[in-house]
């Protein structure tokens, strides 16, 4: 027998949200970001869903890209951090890798190297988000050296990120925008700017190339509403089961520390899941749920293995009901937001522990 707790994934979902994206950026190609662990959802089988669907996918380094690779994808892979070492610029010229180069260190060591065969590079540059990249200043000259080396293909794609995209009433992007066009404006070659906030919310970013990542797996990263966002199916549904049911007096508490007190007569039931499976410890009372498809909360702190929920207002659960953390019919935005995170935080922590079931359909 296994353990209840288990995030289901609807990979016609994630089939769906990358339809939509290719929608939202018809001229667009789309590079499908599955960097740590596809947000949790498991890269490889997450990968091989895209890849007929993408036009290459990308990652954040050499250890993921290499995984892909021994799981049969063959599909051009980014490696958004570039590299580390001078010996990885020989395994992505093997692979099929292609290299974002951001820094003088990066373009030194891939002039310098001797490869069997160019590689791909996209070029970085730093529009004030002061991470990665070059500056606007040096990125004429980065240019010329990437263009004038053996070691790189002739077409060189300029790209950038944003820092405040998910925020439709900031400035920063617009001015990010600017940046990068006015930079670009004596570059020749392909353009990349929209992350998965872009493409929902600044269609004057898609250029041509798209980088949706967060949006694929059903979430929208928008601080506010926004019809695009609307259409997104989430693509995870973490769920597990009741396994205990207790009536509490009023003035009783349950769970650690004794943070959730009972002001009526009440009935808590205790769910398999815990920190130890993913769910964040720091959700406070009154974090939503769902029980047989009806809403009800948190009671109590979240222990490794468990959590109590107040279902006193739902006079027919059982043992053995079903009950949804996140997914399919409940935001993981809203539970994020409880837990004073991010949906991004709550998959990528997905530990091993928690089975993956996959649905195709």
């Known amino acids: 027998m296994a353990r209840p707790a288990k995030a289901r994934l609807n990979l016609e979902a994630l089939r769906h949200n990358i339809a939509h994206a290719r929608a939202l950026a018809p001229q667009s190609k789309i590079m499908a970001v599955v960097k740590a662990n596809a947000y949790g959802h498991g890269a490889v089988v997450i990968a091989q869903t895209l890849q007929p669907l993408a036009d290459a996918l990308a990652v954040a380094c050499i250890d993921e890209a290499l995984e892909l690779r021994a799981a049969g994808i063959s599909a051009p892979i980014l490696l958004l951090e570039g590299f580390f070492e001078a010996d990885e610029v020989h395994i992505a010229a093997a692979e099929n890798f292609w290299l974002c180069i951001d820094n003088e260190w990066q373009l030194n060591v891939l002039e310098q ?23 606007p200043e040096l990125s004429s000259d980065a240019y010329k050296r990437l263009k004038s080396s053996a070691n790189v293909l002739d077409e060189i794609v300029l790209c950038t990120h944003f820092a405040s995209a998910d925020d439709l009433l900031s400035d920063q992007t617009q001015e990010q925008l600017d940046v990068f066009n006015n930079t670009c404006e004596a570059l020749p070659g392909l353009r990349s700017a929209a992350n998965s906030p872009g493409l929902l919310g600044w269609p004057e970013s898609h250029f041509d190339w798209v980088r949706p990542g967060y949006m694929l797996y059903g979430n929208s990263p928008l601080a506010i509403q926004h019809d695009n966002a609307q259409a997104l199916r989430p693509v995870m549904t973490l769920s597990s089961t009741i396994i205990s049911l207790h009536e509490v007096k009023p003035g009783e508490s349950v769970g650690y520390g004794a943070t959730w007190t009972a002001q009526q007569p009440s009935r808590i039931a205790t769910v398999t899941i815990g920190y130890g499976d993913g769910y964040p410890r720091l959700a406070r009372n009154g974090t939503p749920v769902l029980v047989n498809g009806q809403r009800a909360s948190l009671a109590g702190r979240v222990s490794m293995d468990m959590i109590t929920i107040d279902v006193t207002h739902l006079p027919d659960v059982k043992i053995g009901d079903e009950v949804i953390l996140w997914g399919d019919g409940l935001p993981l935005a809203e539970v994020a937001a409880c837990a004073g995170t991010i949906g991004y935080e709550l998959t990528t922590r997905m530990p091993a522990r928690t089975r993956r079931l996959v649905s195709k359909a």
């Not at 190297?113 to 002061?130: N, R, Y």
């Open 113 to 135: 190297e001797k490869l069997q065969q160019p590689v791909q590079v996209w070029l970085k540059i730093d529009t004030g988000m002061h991470r990665l990249g070059f500056a």
